[in-house]
């Protein structure tokens, strides 16, 4: 059942009849209690009366010695009119076993064998509730009885005329809980209709003002989902008008030194336009992979794998990783693993997301490092981040350039000719997604990078027992 209004139509439809069911079985035994404790109080009284009117000798004499009288006496309580005409039974039997007398609905047999109370019993097929009451002056016993049939035809009835209604206006109901569920939906399909006249291009915010509380909860996720996608097709637009615009960049740098490499037979220049090339190649190379390494950080949003990584393990992989770059750089990495920072050096996160970040940073590092000199990486723990501390010697990043570094294809005044602006904007987007964070200091070694992780305690503390070094040189 995919239709709201349907189901809650249902819904409101079952319980209204739920209600109304319970309300008529607790109509139905109140009744039958409050009818049974009346009639059976009529009983009661009306052979109460039946024996008063002996004692007071309004009936024979004669039949209070067992001498059966001809004429029946008269019946109390005659109730007139309607399908419940009728007559109470009574009967009147001498303490002997004798009848004395009885009404004209009552039967010749007695009612009942007891002497005293209320009896239910069975003559001829019809069932009785009879009371008894016992004269002992007189010597005699007076039975009043009452057909069960009657009784149960009577509630039946009472019960007739209250759900026969129901019945007749239940179709009703259902009408009106149908309309009024659509009137309840309509503020809903008038957002479901404004929304499907949309275009892709129109992701402004729906106005709530007029919008019921019950709905505006819905409102708020789409306004808000509607300036995500803002916000990611102007990234993919500015992402596509500048990859284009830097990759055409050194795609016709390579054009115009292949055309000097085939036009001259100088060796010399042809060397130094195959190194151009070479160097344009590894520029192009380097932007390709970020873009990868875009996407990937992407795609990591919707489902992040997590597992138990070891930062000093990962440093030193993408530092083996960095080997070639190391040596055209003539720079070395110093991976500082001291015993007390290895407890710290366990994250629970994305391994993908971590590594990416490490590489950008490292990578940025040796890469504005002068020639022959130093990049330390050190990692330990804080009181509740694994933090990685990565410094270069580099002229760094000026502070009035610090807000816009983690900009897409932002390049500083003093970067270097062959970056490309997305390395620490990927590393700002791989720390958003694990909740984590970076930051800049410039210090008396050099420029620092500060990455913290989410610190996995008891990862850390199992690791604890691992044999740490002092320092590590790459």
Known sequence: MNSMRIRLFTILLATTSAVWLFAAVWIYASTQAE???????????????????????RVDAAAAVGVATEKPIPAPFEKAGGNYSRQLSCQIWSLEGSLVSRSESAPETSLADHTSGFKETEIDGQRWRVYAVVNPALGVRVLVGDSLEIRERLIGDVMKGLLLPGIVILPVLALLIWLSV??????????????????????????????????????????????????ARERERSFTAYAAHELKTPLAGLKTQAQIALRTDDPKVQRDALS?????????????????????????????????????????????????????SEVRVALAFGEQDRRGAMVKADRTLVRLAL????????????????????IFGSEDAAVVEI????????????ARV?????????????????????????????????????????????????????????????????????
Not at 391 to 402: K, L, M, V
Request: net charge negative; aromatic share 4%.
């Open 406 to 474: 983690t900009e897409r294809f932002f390049r500083g005044a003093r970067a270097a000719g062959h970056g490309s602006g997305l390395g620490l904007s990927i590393v700002q987007m791989a720390l958003d997604r694990l909740g984590g964070n970076m930051a800049f200091e410039k210090t008396a070694e050099g420029f620092v990078v500060r990455m913290s992780f989410p610190y996995d305690r008891q990862a850390a503390d199992a690791g604890s027992g691992r044999q740490g070094t002092a320092g590590e040189n790459v």
């Open 35 to 57: 009818v049974e404790r009346v009639l059976d109080a009529r009983l009661m009284e009306a052979a109460r009366m039946v024996s008063s009117l002996i004692s007071d000798h």
């Open 276 to 328: 151009r090339i070479s160097t344009s190649v590894d520029r192009t190379s380097r932007m390709v992979r970020q873009l990868i390494d875009l996407a990937a950080v992407d795609s990591a949003v919707a489902a992040p794998a997590e597992e138990t990584i070891d930062l000093h393990s990962l440093s030193s992989e993408i530092a083996s990783d960095l080997e070639p770059l190391l040596t055209a």
């Open 359 to 378: 590489r950008n940073v490292l990578e940025n590092a040796i890469q504005h490092s002068p020639r022959g000199r130093e990049v330390s990486c050190r």
């Open 391 to 402: 410094t270069d010697q580099g002229r760094g990043i000026s502070a009035s350039e610090e």
């Open 182 to 231: 659509g009137r309840g939906l309509a503020p809903l399909m008038r957002v479901a209709a404004g929304l499907s006249g949309r275009s892709a291009t129109e992701l402004h915010p729906i106005d709530d003002k007029a919008a019921p509380s019950e709905i505006r909860p819905v409102l708020h996720a789409l306004n808000s989902l509607f300036g995500r996608v803002a916000e």
